[in-house]
């Protein structure tokens, strides 16, 4: 999938799994690319995959839920 499919797929899974509405999870999403989070997903397509959307979604929002925000 492209990047910005990628990020799409990320979204939807934070807001499906998490009960967020979708603009939480794209602000998620936002905060997590302005992070560099997904800078080696840009550049590298094989990590661009469903079940790895799923481990990043879960990341990022067990990140959130640390920071306490």
């Known amino acids: 999938m492209t990047y910005e499919e990628y990020l799409d797929e990320v979204t939807t899974l934070i807001a499906e799994r998490y009960k967020l509405v979708d603009a939480a999870a794209i602000e998620l999403v ?4 302005a992070a ?3 800078v080696s997903h840009d550049e590298n397509p094989a990590l661009r995959t469903n079940q790895q959307a799923k481990l990043d979604a879960r990341t990022i929002y067990s990140q959130h839920q640390q920071s306490g925000l």
């Open 30 to 33: 936002m905060q997590a690319q």
């Open 36 to 38: 560099d989070f997904f």
